[in-house]
């Protein structure tokens, strides 16, 4: 028998609870959804988590069920998120870097690395980012060794020159783990010396004495960072090296115009971001290692502390 509200009860006492919603209770769905979302397909994400691909996609089904609505869109070769999907990934962050921190807790409590391990990354990232987030380590694990391979080709993996990659674009090679980081954004970049001197461009038609720093025997497409179309004049490369550091320095010295990724380049002293409307290209940001790293501590430990590091800079202000 159900007893009737007492009207004179306080109204905290007659507050009815709502129903409840649909409830998560396997961390499992979450884990193999923020796997599938950050390497793109079932087969990468069942190689990352040592599962298999029917678990995974099971999983998927399930949490599609749960909330109702479909995670992922099916393209050539991968799989895109939805909008939903992407809010899911954001609000799921927070205990995916925290489950990870627990894993390394029981997993490499006590554990020192001992050993060489090979990062690949590009002349920037070589530069200006990697060695602030790898040096702390070595202080943590005075066994270990890095060697830091610069360069701008892709297939340092395929040819056993790395052990671990820092790679701009998706992975095309089946056989290895990869983890998407984020992205980064390309533009165009001055010096304020140079634009007190020159006045910021105000189009992708330079003035004659606005110098555009460029590639030189190596090939990038400048036209597809172009929003509409651009007189082919209008790129010509006038000071030119395939060496980043090269180009980047005849913009420091403000006398030069050129590409930086623009996580670098805000964080450059004198630096500002021209034509930003004109010129712009969004990059992804993918960590890639062999399977090797399942069964090497020290590539696991060097793979987890520059994927945070990188997941953590590269991650969108709220």
């Given at each position: 028998m159900s007893r009737r509200p007492d009207p004179d009860?306080?109204?905290?006492?007659?507050?009815?609870?709502a129903p409840p919603g649909p409830r998560?209770?396997?961390?499992?769905?979450?884990?193999?959804?923020?796997?599938?979302?950050e390497t793109g397909t079932l087969t990468a994400a069942a190689t990352r988590l040592g599962s298999t691909q029917p678990s995974i996609g099971r999983h998927l089904r399930e949490l599609e069920a749960l909330l109702g609505e479909t995670l992922f869109v099916r393209k050539p070769g991968r799989l895109e998120a939805t909008a939903r999907a992407q809010r899911l990934y954001e609000a799921a962050a927070g205990m995916r870097d925290a489950a990870r921190e627990i894993e390394r807790l029981f997993t490499a409590q006590g554990e020192q690395a001992v050993g060489v391990v090979r990062v690949a990354v590009s002349e920037a990232y070589g530069?200006?980012?990697?060695?602030?987030?790898?040096?702390?380590?070595?202080?943590?694990?005075?066994?270990?060794?890095?060697?830091l391979a610069v360069s701008n080709r892709i297939d340092n993996l395929r040819r056993r020159d790395a052990d671990i990659a820092v790679r701009?674009?998706?992975?095309?090679?089946?056989?290895l783990i990869a983890r998407k980081l984020g992205e980064t954004e390309l533009g165009l970049f001055a010096h304020e010396d140079?634009?007190?001197?020159?006045?910021e461009p105000q189009d992708i038609t330079l003035p004659p004495g606005v110098v555009l720093a460029?590639?030189?025997r190596d090939t990038w497409p400048l036209a597809a960072m172009v929003q509409g179309a651009t007189p082919q004049q209008a790129l010509r490369f006038r000071f030119r090296s395939d060496s980043a550091l090269a180009r980047q320095a005849a913009v420091e010295c403000g006398g030069a115009l050129a590409v930086y990724p623009v996580e670098i380049g805000t964080r450059r002293p004198g630096l500002r971001r021209v034509l930003a409307h004109r010129l712009a290209q969004k990059q992804e940001i993918w960590l890639c290692a062999h399977d090797e790293l399942r069964r090497s501590s020290r590539m696991r430990i060097v793979w987890d502390r520059l994927g945070d590091a990188l997941e953590q800079r590269l991650r969108p202000p709220a």
């Open positions: 009860a306080p109204a905290e006492m007659l507050s009815v609870e998560l209770a396997d961390w499992n769905l979450l884990r193999s959804f923020i796997a599938v979302l530069y200006h980012v990697v060695p602030q987030i790898l040096l702390p380590l070595l202080h943590e694990h005075p066994e270990l060794e890095i060697e701009f674009g998706r992975p095309l090679q089946d056989d140079h634009i007190r001197r020159h006045g460029g590639f030189d």
